[in-house]
């Protein structure tokens, strides 16, 4: 089973944009539906993007459509999440995991999270 590491995050500005990237390692995740996760100080850890491997769907919340695009590259075993105009609420820990079976957007459905990255937008 693959574990995954996130990277990408920082300080930025409101604005701005990142580029998160799960990179996974062990195992691969061609053939895997994943998604990003984030949570906020004092927040449930809520939904952000996610895709389903056979014909890369793609689900967003509603708080980042439009702003953000989740990618993947099967090559390099990664998964990338473009955060484009962030907005100092999209502060928070970011996790990308692996859908272990049922519905994208239910953080119980997945498995295999990673450590996180912060992501942290001033005004």
């Known amino acids: 089973q693959a574990q995954l590491v996130e990277s990408g995050g920082g300080v930025v500005q409101a604005g701005d944009s990142l580029r998160l990237s799960c990179a996974a390692s062990?195992?691969?995740?061609?053939?895997?539906?994943m998604g990003w996760f984030r949570q906020a100080p004092g927040n449930e850890r809520e939904f952000v993007a996610g895709?389903?491997?056979?014909?890369?769907?793609?689900y967003y919340a509603d708080s980042v459509q439009g702003r953000f695009t989740i990618s993947r590259d099967n090559a390099k075993n990664t998964v990338y999440l473009q955060m484009n105009s962030l907005k100092p609420e999209d502060t928070a820990v970011y996790y990308c995991?692996?859908?272990?079976?049922?519905?994208?957007?239910?953080?119980?459905?997945?498995?295999?999270w990673g450590q996180g990255t912060q992501v942290t937008v001033s005004s």
């Open positions: 895709f389903t491997w056979m014909l890369f769907n793609t």
């Open positions: 995991a692996r859908l272990r079976g049922g519905q994208v957007r239910k953080p119980d459905d997945y498995d295999s």
């Open positions: 062990g195992g691969t995740i061609s053939r895997d539906s």
